[in-house]
């Protein structure tokens, strides 16, 4: 019985009563802590009154058991979800229940109810009749009043108090909720996946193993683009739907699973470099990664990890990005990035930065290892690539629009970088298309 | 009860407007009305277009369930909070007190019967709910397993209760899995023979379905009827199941 008494000696605790009372006082509902054998060990001044909801309801004939299971199987849910639970309690009224640990084990849990998501006028009577249950002749007016005397939380409220009773529920814990949290966040990325390849579904009827390996290769450009800016938000977004695509591919087959999440692990871990975290550090990053890797034997886990591949990586690129030298760079490759369509030169990307010509192409060629001219052809023909695929414009627009002052510059520029023309190039990503 | 009066009032308005409108432009009113929470709305509507002799299945598949499914997208947006999408399930509700003995005197001959649940529980488990409501509405037998049901459940009930279809839907990437065992277990005991299954959920695509071995992918839950009439060859114009 250690479960109890654990409780007991908790709620003993002024403290925890203060915040208990914090809850009620903030959100309005009437709030109990429950020990997992069902017994109340505290509970708000509202269900002192004899003419309480509850109170009433089981009057009318419905067994208390059936309002116990109901919250039992709500802590059990808010457990393994990591999460506090809204739910119904019976029929209309709404309970929100957090789970309270000791060691490994539910202990207890606190219900916050009853409370109502809309006015008590706002019911239909053929809502009300189910709360007569097999009492036929219970008085009405006395269960109209019991109703009226219970809160209404509307909306983002319930969402708030939600939080808060988790949080309360985080201190009565011991060892704290953390553990659930982990969990937590697991299913959150689940969903968020689930969500990229519900999206996914919506633009694209079918998906062949083509038309997945075509969207990779886009979406892997997109990541790259965004990690290069150092752009965290934005990187882990597309993140998601680059597990979306691998895990519509391979989610039953776990160990071409984990060699395209190697592979994309790679594909990050080249744009950090590009965005300047030092070769030699990324090599010792990357061998950490790759026994780490070895040893994920589930999906899940796998997932999470790989996002906190891509914070680690976003990190280094901070620290290192932190220095004088790379607030210029940044501006200069942000300002390169927006104006790749007008006539640039090392002078006009200096003055931007207030930089002189030649500390900004030392600055460009020790950070990132090529000159600013190589620099702003390479972004001129990602743009001009992505262009070619659309097909929409001919290639001597292309070549204005992303900045070559004539057609023949941006082949030979092309060729030189891609070893093929613009012209073979929009043909071939035609053929892909198709 | 003045509120009351005033709903009322506001009934008789919707009404008046109704006769003036098409059932297209009704069906889009009615599906605003799920989304509004507007439970008088929804009663009002329906009860209407009942009247005015709207073929029962288009009130369901046009109005009161892509209502739903909006809201539930709207949720999914972080648009709408649990209680909102609570209250456009309650507005649903009201609508189906109307159709379903409506429905249930029109579908004598059960079409077949299918066993229904999701692998894993999930809070909301509006689409496969969904989909329970739209093959009752177009003459299935349905036996709703609920939430976090084991492949043993699934297959024990489709043995129990002689099933034509097994449905099964997934919410998450992590539970998906669940799908392919209980296929697996329908084939180690021989009953994959008997029962076909078909498979669906916001994660789940055409290509898992295919991969587990699913006799049939759902896409979204309004195409579920024509999916379970297929799999049963009743349909006998619908489209390939699979398209390649």
């Known amino acids: ?434 | 009860m003045i509120h009351r009066e005033k709903k009322l009032n506001l009934d008789n308005a919707i009404n008046r407007k109704l006769e003036k409108e098409g059932s297209g432009a009704v069906l889009k009113r009615l599906q605003q009305a799920v989304v509004q929470r507007d439970c008088n709305g929804v009663k009002a509507l329906t009860e209407r277009m009942v009247t005015e002799g709207v073929e029962l299945f288009e009130i369901l598949n046009q109005g009161l369930i892509p209502g739903m499914l909006e809201a539930s997208e709207r949720f999914r947006k972080g648009k709408f909070f649990i209680p909102e999408l609570l209250m456009s399930s309650r507005a649903l509700k009201f609508g189906l007190s109307i159709l379903r003995p409506l429905i249930q005197e029109r579908n004598k001959d059960v079409l077949g019967r299918v066993v229904i649940g999701t692998v894993k529980f999930d809070l909301h488990d509006i689409g496969k709910n969904l989909v329970i409501i739209l093959l009752e509405g177009s003459g299935f037998e349905m036996i709703d397993l609920g939430v976090d049901v084991s492949p043993e459940k699934f297959v024990n009930a489709v043995e129990k209760n002689e099933a034509q279809i097994l449905a099964m839907s997934s919410l998450l990437t992590s539970t998906m899995s669940w799908m392919k065992f209980t296929i697996e277990l329908l084939q180690a005991s021989g009953m994959h023979r008997r029962v076909k299954t078909m498979v669906g959920g916001a994660p789940v695509t055409q290509i898992f379905a295919k991969n587990i071995r699913a006799d049939a992918y759902c896409r979204e839950a309004t195409s579920a009827p024509s999916v379970a009439r297929k799999l049963l060859g009743i349909e006998s114009n619908a489209r390939a199941v699979f398209s390649e």
Not at chain 1, 150 to 174: C, M, N, W, Y
Request: aromatic fraction near 8%; charge should be positive; include cysteine.
């Open chain 1, 1 to 434: 019985m250690q479960g109890p008494s654990f409780l007991n000696r908790l709620k003993r605790n002024p403290e925890i009563i203060s915040q208990l009372r914090a809850f009620i006082e903030f959100t309005t509902i009437p709030l109990r802590l429950i020990d997992s054998e069902g017994k109340i060990l505290w509970k708000s001044d509202f269900f002192r009154s004899k003419a309480n909801l509850c109170n009433i309801l089981q009057s009318n004939g419905f067994p208390p058991r059936s309002c116990q299971r109901a919250h039992k199987e709500a802590a059990r849910e808010s457990l393994r979800w990591g999460e506090a639970i809204i739910s119904k309690c019976c029929y209309f009224i709404m309970q929100i229940t957090a789970p309270v640990i000791k060691g490994e084990k539910l202990a207890g849990y606190l219900v916050a109810s009853p409370f109502l998501l809309i006015d008590p006028s706002e019911l239909q009577p053929e809502e009300i009749i189910f709360l007569h249950n097999k009492d036929k002749s219970a008085k009405k007016r006395t269960l109209e009043k019991a109703l009226s005397s219970i809160p209404i939380v509307k909306d983002e409220e319930t969402g708030q108090a939600a939080h808060h009773l988790f949080q309360i529920a985080d201190r009565l814990s011991d060892p704290d909720l953390s553990g659930l949290l982990k969990v937590q966040e697991a299913q959150e990325l689940q969903g968020k996946i689930a969500e990229q390849i519900c999206d996914l579904k919506n633009l694209e009827r079918d998906f062949t193993p083509h038309s997945l390996s075509k969207l990779f290769y886009e979406t892997e450009k997109e990541i790259v683009a965004k990690i290069r800016l150092g752009d965290r938000n934005g990187a882990k977004e597309i993140l998601y739907q680059l597990l979306a695509i691998i895990l519509i591919q391979y989610l039953e087959n776990f160990e071409l699973l984990k060699i395209s999440i190697l592979e994309l692990l790679i594909i990050l871990s080249r744009a950090a470099v590009e965005a300047g975290t030092k070769i030699e550090e990324m090599l010792g990053m990357r061998y950490g990664f790759i026994t780490e890797l070895a040893r994920i034997r589930e999906q899940e886990t796998l997932c999470l990890w790989v996002v906190k591949v891509l914070e680690k990586l976003m990190d280094g690129i901070y620290q290192t990005r932190h220095t004088k030298n790379y607030q210029r760079l940044k501006k200069a490759l942000d300002f390169i990035e927006t104006h790749y369509g007008e006539p640039l030169t090392v002078d006009r990307v200096a003055k931007e930065v207030y930089l002189s010509s030649s500390r900004l192409s030392h600055i460009i060629k020790s950070e990132l290892g090529i000159t600013l001219g190589d620099y702003i052809s390479k972004v001129r023909i990602e743009k001009a690539e992505a262009l070619l695929k659309d097909r929409e414009l001919s290639i001597s627009q292309i070549a204005l629009e992303v900045g070559f002052p004539d057609q023949s510059y941006f082949t030979k520029v092309f060729k030189k970088v891609e070893k093929c023309t613009p012209k073979a190039f929009s043909k071939i990503s035609s053929e892909l298309q198709h």
